[in-house]
């Protein structure tokens, strides 16, 4: 059947795109400018949190690469196996637990960073930048 809507086939119209016309990075840029006394805090915490999540894939990884040897010892019906592959479970978990509320943590105090005591934010509001169709 032919479309008759007269729309363009990708379903968006061409007013609807955001038009960045090459902005984004003049104002990454200009964040990384800012001569905030608590600019090397935020940097910091955001290599940390990079880190942090890049260490949590990483214990993602394991914990999948863990399934096969916990079933093999299930099917072997190697009680010592068993055990030891739940130890190495209680490893992976426990360490994954701990990224994941340090993750929250430097979320939180990344977040309570960027504000000063009166609410204001110290790095520039570009939520706003995108959002008009202008």
Sequence with gaps: MADRSGKSSDGLATG???R????????????FRITSPQRTKIVMLGVALVLVIAATAFGQIRLNAWNQPFYNALQRRDLHGFFGQLVIFCFIAGALLV???AQVWLNQATKDLVKDPQGRCFLPDLRG???SAA
């Design 20 to 31: 960045a016309g090459g902005r984004l990075v003049p104002e990454m840029l200009m964040m």
């Design 16 to 18: 609807a795109r955001p």
């Design 129 to 131: 930048a995108y959002s």
């Design 99 to 101: 990224l994941n509320v």
